[in-house]
């Protein structure tokens, strides 16, 4: 088993050896002596994980101790496998939760229909698909949605529907959009890079299908309460409560630029726009003491008003321990632990910390989970920051955040942001990409901290064009003047 040595496994054997009568000798696959006595007489028992050999007991007891150790072996076989489906499934589950949490915010079957073909193409080999319906009026099917080459419905998706049950066949894949014990329609993928689909592909493709099918049909009840419920003054009574929840969320989060007009050695600027009226980004910066400038931006996961009170608590905590001019990794874990300690959801916050040492120019960080920065060099060079990070705040107790640190020379910055920029979408589900925002910030390097925000969200607009935007865009610009 590739990493693991027999030697780790002897720690529960060395306290059997003492108890049991004539020599035990164990050795590894290349002869060393790892416990008991070199000259141990008797029957010899191999220790294999598969065909692997790890090692061999020598000695009157060889059996039995051979036995155990096999037993050993094959309990931490386990708990790696264990380990490993554990991590690939908590990746598969933060996909489908992004998923639902974009479907959730989406009021048009299209739409729903179009992001969800977007992800599944993500996280499923397909050079195209197809979300296709069944009119209520007539039975028949039609397409609301396609991605890539799309697919045309066939006697196998009638199949499909007929038996409810997700299936594949030859190049295609297919899946039932059930909603309330009713099906809605099914969700079409194609492939034709030779790879076969699989029995994972089925099963997650008909994850994908039940959050689809549940968001088209709250699609429909949403647009079927809209029209029933066109009342002028509850729709303007609704939008003052969402501009004061939105007014709340902002005065939150630093407004006022410059912020420090009497300092010369840095200049530094922010923005946040939420996707809804309200949010789950936040940033902040503040002065530890004269020397020292921290800035902070961060993502809580999910979007409205929950997501916005958990920013809150997360901002403070922040803040509060950062004010005591403690390091940034340090921050970080008391924060988590907090998070922790106090859960009352399922929430979670990526974060980027960093501390500027305004007079030399020295940057430590720490990130917790969040998209690494930019450093944007005089010269226009960008170049991403080293890993120093852990996992996000308020998921796991964890308490060993790492920390990292970079050096700003005048005339250098750093550009912070939070995914919802490199992740905008066009009307044609294409992202920004982090590569397109580091060409616009090469060519911004001598801008204003202000004036590169404007210039890259201005790329973003032109790029999103007339899409809505489907995530909260927040970015945090600080760079030392001298």
Partial sequence: MAGLKLKSLLGPVRLLLETL???IAIHDASGNLLLGTASAAGQTTPIYFGETLLGSVSGDAAAAV?????????????????????LHLY????????????????????????????????????????IILRDATDNSLRIVATHGEGAEPSAFVEAVLERGIAEIRDDFLCAPLRAKQHTVGAILLTNNSGRPYTAADLKLLNTIALQTAAAIENSTLAAEMVDAARDR?????????????????HSLVPR??????????????????SARAVGGDFFDFFLIDQDHLGVVVGDVSGK???SALFMAVTRTHIKTNALRGISPSACLIEVNQALVADKASSMFATCFYGILNTRTGQLEFCNAGHNPPYLVRASGAVEIMPEASGPPLGMFPFKDYSGGVAQLNPGDG????TDGVSEANNC????????RLVAVLGASASLSARALIEHVYSEILAFTAEAPQSDDITMLSVRRTR
């Fill in 428 to 435: 044609d589900l294409d992202d920004f990409t982090d590569e």
């Fill in 233 to 249: 003054e509850q729709l303007a009574a609704i939008h003052r409560e969402l501009e004061t929840a939105r007014t709340i969320q």
């Fill in 66 to 86: 051979g036995d155990l150790i096999n037993h050993l072996v094959a309990a931490e076989s386990g708990r790696r496998a264990l380990a490993s489906e554990v």
């Fill in 91 to 130: 990746r598969e589950v933060h996909l489908i939760d992004q998923l639902s949490e974009q479907l959730t915010a989406l009021l048009d079957p299209a739409a729903v229909g179009r992001s969800a073909l977007g992800q599944a193409q993500r996280l499923i080999s397909a050079t195209g698909g197809s």
């Fill in 414 to 417: 750093l550009f912070l942001f």
């Fill in 256 to 273: 006022v630029f410059p912020p420090f007009p009497d300092r010369h050695d840095f200049d530094l600027h922010a923005q946040m726009t």
């Fill in 21 to 23: 009568p004539g020599g």
């Fill in 304 to 306: 409205g008003t929950a």
